[in-house]
């Protein structure tokens, strides 16, 4: 696979050696990807990259996807697009958000969606992953109610990895929060500085840990790549130093977001390098794109050979960013399983069925589908 995408990143070496990288320091923190032994061991060295084909999908379709739709979208279809998604082979998908219905009114049925997966869990050939956005204090009390009065019906990180082996395993639940790299688009998505916001999500985290010490955390950082208000210039190397104050609050995973779909390779490169020599693991970052320049699979490309293996896509590029004027949804979840697999990395993800899971959705909501994978798939069904 190297062989393959060496060339086109052959041309951004010098370019990303010309600037001092962050300086690395000893891990302070441990993750839901250690293991106790890992753990002992994680001031005294790094452990070595992943080397396996293995690629983990964080399906954003349920949440991302649709939060900025203007037209309601009932209960039933919610529900029906996150149990399409289970039988696909995908292992995580994000399922709603607990934010206040007066900023997105599209999420107002999360904890519906919440206590529906833990009283009847979607069937799914793997466990999965449910993840829920929970950005304040507020919206962790209203997740954490509902997890409470089930405690017999979901996993915490430890007991899904061991369950790993079983299909009928309980579903893992992940909460999720959700920061920006620019002062200005903090401003505008959390009415607040970016200090401000750090502070807000080290209390949420404490509390989620205090009362599910086993829950696993995922942290986003928006607009690490291109800023719509500060433009493309995004400090990396600010990204990494949050990154890692993200993780040393207890936060379990770092999705990097290129809201705005700005992200190049030279860019994209230097970002990840500056998360590395920060001392951050490749398995505790994911990629968060959104094709707008056309350039999201060009940069997973880079991702893959920095040895990243976890990246987040939306069935039909469902999604956008109502803080971020211009952008584009989500790279789409059939674009990213081909062009993965076609590379000789193992997504364990039925395309035909995404694919035919895109065209209904973007049908149901009246959406054009944006995933040109999909339609070939079924263009290409079509012709048989």
Same mark, same amino acid.
């Given at each position: 696979?190297?062989?393959?995408?060496?060339?086109?990143?052959?041309?951004?070496?010098?370019?990303?050696?010309?600037?001092?990288?962050?300086?690395?320091?000893?891990?302070?923190?441990?993750?839901?990807?250690?293991?106790?032994?890992?753990?002992?061991?994680?001031?005294?060295?790094?452990?070595?990259?992943?080397?396996?084909?293995?690629?983990?999908?964080?399906?954003?379709?349920?949440?991302?996807?649709?939060?900025?739709?203007?037209?309601?979208?009932?209960?039933?279809?919610?529900?029906?697009?996150?149990?399409?998604?289970?039988?696909?082979?995908?292992?995580?998908?994000?399922?709603?958000?607990?934010?206040?219905?007066?900023?997105?009114?599209?999420?107002?049925?999360?904890?519906?969606?919440?206590?529906?997966?833990?009283?009847?869990?979607?069937?799914?050939?793997?466990?999965? $992953?449910?993840?829920?956005?929970?950005?304040?204090?507020?919206?962790?009390?209203?997740?954490?109610?509902?997890?409470?009065? @089930?405690?017999?019906?979901?996993?915490?990180?430890?007991?899904?990895?061991?369950?790993?082996?079983?299909?009928?395993?309980?579903?893992?639940?992940?909460?999720?929060?959700?920061?920006?790299?620019?002062?200005?688009?903090?401003?505008?998505?959390?009415?607040?500085?970016?200090?401000?916001?750090?502070?807000?999500?080290?209390?949420?985290?404490?509390?989620?840990?205090?009362?599910?010490?086993?829950?696993?955390?995922?942290?986003?950082?928006?607009?690490?790549?291109?800023?719509?208000?500060?433009?493309?210039?995004?400090?990396?190397?600010?990204?990494?130093?949050?990154?890692?104050?993200?993780?040393?609050?207890?936060?379990?995973?770092?999705?990097?977001?290129?809201?705005?779909?700005?992200?190049?390779?030279?860019?994209?490169?230097?970002?990840?390098?500056?998360?590395?020599?920060?001392?951050?693991?490749?398995?505790?970052?994911?990629? @968060?794109?959104?094709?707008?320049?056309?350039?999201?699979?060009?940069?997973?490309?880079?991702?893959?050979?920095?040895?990243?293996? $976890?990246?987040?896509?939306? #069935?039909?590029?469902?999604?956008?960013?109502?803080?971020?004027?211009?952008?584009?949804?989500?790279?789409?979840?059939?674009?990213?399983?081909?062009?993965?697999?076609?590379?000789?990395?193992?997504?364990?993800?039925?395309?035909?069925? #995404?694919?035919?899971?895109?065209?209904?959705? $973007?049908?149901?909501?009246?959406?054009?589908?944006?995933?040109? #994978?999909?339609?070939?798939?079924?263009?290409?069904?079509?012709?048989?």
């Amino acid at each position: 696979m190297q062989q393959l995408l060496r060339p086109a990143l052959t041309a951004t070496r010098h370019a990303l050696r010309q600037r001092p990288l962050t300086t690395l320091r000893a891990r302070a923190y441990a993750t839901a990807a250690d293991t106790p032994r890992q753990q002992q061991q994680q001031q005294q060295q790094q452990p070595p990259p992943q080397a396996d084909n293995r690629v983990r999908i964080v399906e954003v379709g349920p949440r991302d996807g649709l939060q900025n739709e203007k037209k309601t979208i009932s209960l039933a279809t919610k529900m029906e697009l996150i149990e399409r998604l289970a039988r696909t082979g995908l292992t995580a998908i994000e399922a709603g958000s607990f934010v206040s219905p007066k900023w997105v009114p599209q999420m107002d049925s999360s904890s519906e969606i919440l206590e529906q997966i833990l009283q009847k869990p979607p069937s799914s050939p793997h466990p999965v $992953t449910y993840s829920f956005l929970a950005p304040n204090t507020k919206g962790l009390d209203s997740a954490t109610a509902i997890l409470s009065a @089930h405690p017999d019906s979901f996993a915490t990180a430890t007991e899904a990895a061991r369950a790993a082996s079983t299909s009928q395993a309980k579903p893992e639940i992940e909460l999720a929060v959700f920061a920006a790299a620019t002062e200005s688009f903090s401003q505008r998505n959390l009415n607040c500085d970016m200090a401000t916001a750090l502070s807000r999500f080290r209390d949420v985290i404490t509390a989620a840990k205090q009362a599910l010490p086993s829950l696993r955390i995922r942290a986003y950082i928006s607009v690490v790549l291109g800023c719509p208000f500060e433009g493309p210039d995004v400090d990396p190397h600010r990204v990494a130093e949050m990154a890692t104050d993200l993780l040393e609050m207890g936060a379990d995973e770092i999705a990097l977001g290129d809201t705005t779909g700005m992200g190049t390779v030279p860019r994209t490169a230097q970002l990840l390098r500056c998360m590395s020599a920060a001392g951050i693991r490749n398995e505790d970052v994911a990629l @968060h794109l959104h094709d707008t320049y056309g350039q999201a699979l060009v940069n997973t490309a880079v991702a893959l050979e920095h040895g990243i293996r $976890t990246f987040d896509a939306a #069935v039909g590029g469902l999604g956008g960013c109502p803080y971020s004027p211009g952008a584009t949804g989500n790279v789409a979840t059939e674009n990213m399983v081909y062009f993965l697999e076609s590379l000789g990395m193992d997504t364990g993800v039925d395309l035909d069925a #995404v694919a035919d899971i895109g065209a209904w959705i $973007t049908g149901e909501i009246g959406k054009a589908n944006d995933s040109a #994978v999909g339609k070939a798939v079924l263009g290409a069904r079509g012709r048989k």
